[in-house]
Every structure is written in C-alpha cells, then in structure tokens.
C-alpha cells in the first residue's frame, strides 16, 4: 500500500473568542487520488485546507506532509501588475531557486497546458476573472508539487467559466500525476473527486454522491 502522502492526525483548531471550527479531525491523503472537501459556507473548510497546507497550526493533533505543496486560491492571489510569466515565476523565487532554461521551458509547457499562450506576457490586471485562475492553476504546478490544494477554485465565477476550470484541473492533476484536495461546496465538481467528504458541525466524514 502506498504510504500517504500527508496525514492529518486528531487535529482540532479553535480561534481566540473560543469558537471550535473542528475537534479530533482525521485524514489520509494517497499519491494520485482526488480529494473533494464539501461544507456550507462557515464549517471551516478554509481554515481546514490552510492547516493542511501548514499556512495555520492545529491546536492539537499533528500534520505530516511533505513541504511541496502547490496552492491555488479562490481569490487568485496573483500580483497583477506582473505578467503570467512573471507570475508563475514567483515560486521558485520564494524558494530561493536558480531559475534554468529547464524552468523556463517548464513554466511555457504550463501556460500553454491551460489555454493562455497568446497571454504569456500580458499584465495579470488585463485577465478576466477565469484566465486569472488558469494562470494560479498553473503556478501551482511550478514545482512540480506531489500534491496540489484548492480552496473554492471556482467560487468567483460564473457557471460556464467554472465548468472550464473544473475540467482544466482536474485533467492537469490526472495527467501530472498529482493528488488533489479540493474544498467546494459545488457538487458538480465534488461528483468529479474520486473520494468526497463533509465537513459539517466540526465532524469529517466519508460520502457518496450520485
């Protein structure tokens, strides 16, 4: 059996005005399997993904997982004065690498994998509101990341731009062999997960969707 790739064990995470989001919280994520997180706005689902991504710390329990993560966020998190180019560059220099022709050649691949290649050198401010988000799916794939987060991809767009990033992500994951969390409390593209789970009144549990 494959060893998993992140585990989340007995965590819990309670804020300052002693409001519980989760208590006693398990999960194991495997190489190449599709994870969608399920909830109503206000169950956590953020807070759940920013520990699992050590961007928080549980209050309790332990989170094991290998450091490369790639991230991609509802709100883009893109730095708009900046190209696409530019920006899939950002994390190889957060982590201090020496940009080669390999990179370069490897962040051209991704541009063009998600639809932007007539874009590559356009000002992020210029993107509608779906190439922004094509533009952070391919940044997450910048460091070739074993695992990829994200939190609500599709939460700032309109239904046919969302049916698009469904399907550009989750093609990207299963052709880079990458294993997936998403949180969404869109079933359209939970039913596309290979496991779904609900997050609700602070309990994770394993669900079918038809």
Known sequence: MNKP???????????ENNVTVFSHLNL???PETSYAIM?????????LLHLLAKLDRPCTGKIESNENIGLIFQSYNLLEDLTVFE???IPLKIHRKKITKK???TIHELIEEVGLKDK????CCKLSGGEKQ????ARAFVLDPPLILADEPTGNLDHQNSEKIHELLLTSVYKRKKALIVATHDQTLASLCEKKYLLKEGYLSEVCIF
């Open 5 to 15: 790739l992140l585990k989340a064990d007995n965590i819990s995470k309670t804020f």
């Open 134 to 137: 094509r533009v952070a799916i």
């Open 39 to 47: 909830g109503s706005s206000g169950e956590g689902k953020t807070t």
């Open 28 to 30: 194991e994520v495997f």
């Open 103 to 105: 990179h370069i050649e």
């Open 120 to 123: 590559t050198y356009t000002l």
């Open 87 to 89: 920006n899939l560059k």
